[in-house]
């Protein structure tokens, strides 16, 4: 399966945003943690995978004044992406991103957070050439 492929790279793209008031301000940053990772690869069943078997951060900061996500991995390395566009509903405050093909990314990929405004729950979608994967967690304003 290549799901370890393109786990490490497809989950720190995901990052969040807030866990924030009914108020219309938006927090300046935001941290954001991994509860459940699953992963779907074409032709083959879907997968739950834990997040540090695949050296992806479990935990990341996200900014959303300059809209730039950073995060440490496992093994020590931090990467940083760019939030593309950025969206408030009454419930929800979504980002949305694309990650450039690269050394770790052969066909890049695409993702999109939703968090809730009142809990700051967090669904996570990333869909690349072959795998989507699906993240669930929690936000929270600092």
């Known amino acids: 399966m290549n799901i370890n492929r393109y786990a490490a790279i497809a989950l720190t793209l995901c990052a969040a945003t807030t866990a ?5 301000k938006l927090p300046k940053e935001v941290v954001c943690a991994t ?9 083959e069943p879907c997968e739950k995978l834990h997040p540090g078997d695949m050296n992806t951060p479990d935990m990341w900061r996200v900014d959303l004044d300059d809209k730039k996500i950073t995060a440490r991995r496992a093994d ?3 990467t940083t992406v760019a939030i593309k566009s950025q969206t408030k ?11 450039e093909v690269g050394e770790r990314l052969k066909a890049g990929a695409g993702w999109s957070m939703a968090i809730s405004r009142a809990t700051g729950r967090m669904a996570i979608s990333i869909a690349t050439d ?12 600092l």
Do not use: K, M, P, R
């Open 20 to 24: 924030v008031s009914a108020e219309d």
């Open 35 to 43: 509860v459940e990772v699953h992963a779907c690869v074409l032709y």
């Open 76 to 78: 020590g390395t931090y």
């Open 89 to 99: 509903t009454d419930a929800l405050v979504i980002l949305q991103g694309v990650q």
């Open 130 to 141: 072959e795998t989507s994967y699906s993240v669930l967690g929690n936000c929270h304003a």
